[in-house]
């Protein structure tokens, strides 16, 4: 199971990155900090996950029907049916 989502933290300003940071109570940049963790540790790196499992991909080629249950359609989870659309 991989669990994840496509905030990527590259691409994605910090919670701390404001202009008044000085000025900020040392608790909202503290739990800002706690939030930039999260995000980039769960952040999911679909297509390093693809690549890394490909061949397994590839051996689904002879299934007809596959029944997917459980995922949240969002863009994060597109580029697993894309490659499974292809095969």
């Known amino acids: 199971?991989?669990?994840g989502h496509s905030r990527n933290p590259s691409e994605i300003k910090s919670f701390?990155?404001?202009a008044d940071?000085?000025?900020q109570d040392v608790?909202?940049?503290e739990g800002n900090t706690m939030l930039d963790a999260y995000f980039i540790k769960t952040y999911k790196r679909s297509e390093e996950i693809i690549n890394e499992n490909?061949?397994?991909f590839?051996?689904?080629n002879s299934i007809g029907e596959i029944l997917i249950i459980g995922p949240s359609m969002s863009e994060?989870?597109?580029k697993?049916?894309?490659v499974l659309q292809k095969i």
């Open 1 to 3: 199971m991989i669990l």
């Open 16 to 18: 701390n990155d404001v």
């Open 21 to 23: 940071i000085e000025e």
């Open 27 to 29: 608790r909202i940049t």
């Open 54 to 56: 490909i061949d397994y």
């Open 58 to 60: 590839l051996a689904l």
């Open 76 to 78: 994060v989870d597109s």
């Open 80 to 82: 697993y049916f894309e």
